[in-house]
T-cell receptor, first 112, second 115 residues
Framework: DAKTTQPTSMDCAEGRAANLPCNHSTISGNEYVYWYRQIHSQGPQYIIHGLKNNETNEMASLIITEDRKSSTLILPHATLRDTAVYYCIVRRVTGGGNKLTFGTGTQLKVEL | GAVVSQHPSWVICKSGTSVKIECRSLDFQATTMFWYRQFPKQSLMLMATSNEGSKATYEQGVEKDKFLINHASLTLSTLTVTSAHPEDSSFYIC???????????FGPGTRLLVL
C-alpha cells in the first residue's frame, strides 16, 4: 500500500471549513484513499473513502486530484467536536476483511 | 456502519496476572476481527487479524503466546494478555470487518494499566 504524508497539526475556527491535505504521490491505479479520525481516547471512526472521483457524505467531502497524487478531506462547517486526529490511508484492497495501516495523522484542533 | 463494543473499557491489574478483553459486533456478523494497540501519543499498530473459526495471524514482533486471541463466533473475539507487565499498559482497540463491507468499524477501546 502506498505511503501517505500529512501535516502534523492544523487549527481551524469553529464554523469554518477544515481542509485536511494528504499526499500520496506513489499511489497506484487500483489503490483507494480512506479517511478515519480518532477523537481522544476513543476508537477510530470511518469518515469516507474514494478511488478517483470526488465523494461526499453526511460527514465530509473527499477531493482527489486528477493525477491522484494528493487528496483533501473537507469538513464543511467544523465544530469543537471535530477536534481529533485525522488519518489518511491508502490501500490496495477495499473491503472490511482487510487490514488498515495507520500513519501518524493530522491533529486537527477546532477553536472558538 | 457496524456497532462494536469492548469490555471492559478500562482495567487495572497487577503485574503477572492475565487480562481478558472482549470485542463484540452488536448488529452485524463479522467474519474478521482485528486487534490494535496504541501507546500514548502514537498511532495504532495492528497486532493480529482473526477470522472466525481460524487461528489468528499475528503481525511481526507480536508474541502469539502472550496475546491470545479467540474468535469463536461471528460476533465475539477475545484478546487475553497473559502474564501482563507494565510495558503492556496500552490502549487496546478492536475492529470488525467482513468481505462484503466497504471498510472496518472500530470499538471504543480498552485502556489497560498494569501496576
Amino acid at each position: 500500500d502506498a505511503k501517505t504524508t500529512q501535516p502534523t497539526s492544523m487549527d481551524c475556527a469553529e464554523g469554518r471549513a477544515a481542509n485536511l491535505p494528504c499526499n500520496h504521490s506513489t499511489i497506484s491505479g487500483n489503490e483507494y484513499v480512506y479517511w478515519y479520525r480518532q477523537i481522544h481516547s476513543q476508537g477510530p471512526q470511518y469518515i469516507i473513502h474514494g478511488l478517483k472521483n470526488n465523494e461526499t457524505n453526511e460527514m465530509a467531502s473527499l477531493i482527489i486530484t486528477e493525477d491522484r497524487k494528493s487528496s483533501t478531506l473537507i469538513l464543511p462547517h467544523a465544530t469543537l467536536r471535530d477536534t481529533a486526529v485525522y488519518y489518511c490511508i491508502v490501500r490496495r484492497v477495499t473491503g472490511g476483511g482487510n487490514k488498515l495501516t495507520f500513519g501518524t495523522g493530522t491533529q486537527l484542533k477546532v477553536e472558538l | 456502519g457496524a456497532v462494536v463494543s469492548q469490555h471492559p473499557s478500562w482495567v487495572i491489574c497487577k503485574s503477572g496476572t492475565s487480562v481478558k478483553i472482549e470485542c463484540r459486533s452488536l448488529d452485524f456478523q463479522a467474519t474478521t476481527m482485528f486487534w490494535y494497540r496504541q501507546f500514548p501519543k502514537q498511532s495504532l499498530m495492528l497486532m493480529a487479524t482473526s477470522n472466525e473459526g481460524s487461528k489468528a495471524t499475528y503481525e511481526q514482533g507480536v508474541e502469539k503466546d502472550k496475546f491470545l486471541i479467540n474468535h469463536a463466533s461471528l460476533t465475539l473475539s477475545t484478546l487475553t494478555v497473559t502474564s501482563a507487565h507494565p510495558e503492556d499498559s496500552s490502549f487496546y482497540i478492536c475492529s470488525v470487518g467482513s468481505k462484503g463491507w466497504e471498510t472496518q468499524y472500530f470499538g471504543p477501546g480498552t485502556r489497560l494499566l498494569v501496576l
